[in-house]
């Protein structure tokens, strides 16, 4: 099975509201981590990466929090839009300065007007 | 125009055929990977390359084979088709500086195998 996984495959919120999604991963040898967007009919957007040497990482309008010690990681979206409606993707490369990425299977975020 | 681009977008065929699909990127980067996607399964990886001359089996090589005919060139072979190959196709680069893994993907080609 997939080391990567999300604990919610849908998550529905309020415009305006703040979204939280989840992702956990078993490998302890990562150091790397990304989030992706995906759009219906489209390729994985990347949208935020941290290395495991930090626990938080700040973009524009998004957060991504890692906890090594439960191996957790989280996507935060601030004030989330229509547009923000997607389908969201977390990754890691699983060995300890690979290039390669192993997926989770997602979470479908959906935005409420 | 796009840094990855994908021919065909979608491509219908039927068992037993042989099917090229293909990848082109203007963004430099020497790294290109073929991953496809089912419903509920994420995208998983098929074959990646690190460059012209370097070629590797990812999660799921079985019934795929892959040729990197330049920097900017990497297209995926099914050599013949079958049903549970139906699935969406994407092509990705990343280039090796900044310390980034960030893969840059293409708009996917959707196959259907009848």
């Known amino acids: 099975g997939e080391s990567v996984g999300l604990h919610l495959p849908t998550l529905s919120v309020q415009e305006g509201d703040n979204s939280i999604i989840n992702c956990a991963y078993s490998?302890?040898?990562?150091?790397?981590f990304i989030w992706y967007k995906q759009e219906s009919g489209k390729g994985p957007q990347f949208i935020i990466d941290i290395r495991s040497n930090m626990d938080k990482r700040q973009g524009q309008r998004v957060t991504v929090l890692l906890n090594k010690t439960v191996k957790h990681l989280s996507l935060q979206i601030a004030a989330t839009q229509p547009g923000d409606s997607a389908v969201y993707f977390c990754a890691e490369n699983k060995e300890t300065g690979a290039n390669n990425l192993f997926f989770g299977t997602g979470t479908r975020l959906t935005v409420i007007p | 125009d796009a840094d990855v681009t994908q021919t065909p977008r979608n491509r219908i065929t039927k068992t037993g055929k042989r099917i090229m699909l293909e990848c082109s990127q203007t963004?430099?980067?020497?790294?290109m990977y073929w991953y496809r996607q089912d419903p509920g399964l994420g995208l998983r990886l098929i074959y990646y390359s690190f460059d012209v001359k370097d070629i590797n089996k990812g999660e799921i090589s079985d019934g795929y084979s892959v040729s990197r005919q330049a920097q900017a060139k990497f297209s995926l072979s099914l050599e013949s088709a079958i049903p549970n190959q139906t699935a969406l196709y994407f092509c990705?680069?990343?280039?090796?500086?900044?310390?980034?893994?960030?893969?840059?993907f293409g708009p996917g080609t959707r196959l259907t195998v009848t």
């Open positions: 963004k430099g980067h020497d790294r």
């Open positions: 490998n302890s040898a990562s150091d790397y």
């Open positions: 990705a680069t990343s280039g090796t500086r900044g310390g980034s893994y960030e893969q840059y």
